[in-house]
T-cell receptor, first 113, second 112 residues
């Protein structure tokens, strides 16, 4: 069964460092998303991406964040200069159309020390 | 603005009890989609159901059932004869256009 895959499953980084979280969406999906979940809290929308551009982003998605689809399969989230409060689980999701089910990856746990 | 409210932060039941998780949403859009996701202790998000705003038919899938009522902007989720494996955080989510908002989640603990 097709699934969204995310790597790495856990990343530890020092404050101020750049991190890139990687996602491989389901192959025929056209819409891609990043969400984050601070430990024990709600899942928060970061950004949606369609046709090689950002279609929607939340107030959380500031200039420290960027997304890219560098090739036909990967979808990445970059955090330029990590802060302690960026520690969270980051989920990638994809869907065939915007009104279809979003399937989630298993998440990358980012720990900023 | 869109909003999803799950007023129950934690629920604890004993195995075989029925339990209903509440979800109330707000949106100005006429076309929208509602979802329930399960997050087990392992952390991943597992899709359970999607409903669109034009389909108010209730749905049953095994021990799970969903009650969508547009008049009260609610999309409640019932687990019948709960099992220990149902222990998880359950998120209700609302999607319209390109925005998807999650509720705060309800932590369900099913005790043997």
């Amino acid at each position: 069964e097709p699934e969204v895959t995310q790597t790495p499953s856990h990343q530890v980084t020092q404050m101020g460092q750049e991190v890139i979280l990687r996602c491989v969406p389901i192959s025929n999906h056209l819409y891609f998303y990043w969400y984050r979940q601070i430990l024990g809290q709600k899942v928060e929308f970061l950004v949606s991406f369609y046709n090689n551009e950002i279609s929607e982003k939340s107030e959380i998605f500031d200039d420290q964040f960027s997304v890219e689809r560098p090739d036909g399969s990967n979808f990445t989230l970059k955090i330029r200069s990590t802060k302690l409060e960026d520690s969270a689980m980051y989920f990638c999701a994809s869907s065939v159309r915007r009104d279809r089910v979003a399937f989630f990856g298993q998440g990358t746990r980012l720990t900023v020390v | 603005a869109q909003k999803v409210t799950q007023a129950q932060t934690e629920i604890s039941v004993v195995e075989k009890e029925d339990v209903t998780l509440d979800c109330v949403y707000e949106t100005r859009d006429t076309t929208y989609y509602l979802f329930w996701y399960k997050q087990p202790p392992s952390g991943e998000l597992v899709f359970l159901i999607r409903r669109n705003s034009f389909d108010e038919q209730n749905e049953i899938s095994g021990r799970y059932s969903w009650n969508f009522q547009k008049s009260t902007s609610s999309f409640n989720f019932t687990i019948t004869a709960s099992q220990v494996v149902d222990s998880a955080v359950y998120f209700c989510a609302l999607r319209s256009f390109n925005d998807m908002r999650f509720g705060a989640g309800t932590r369900l603990t099913v005790k043997p």
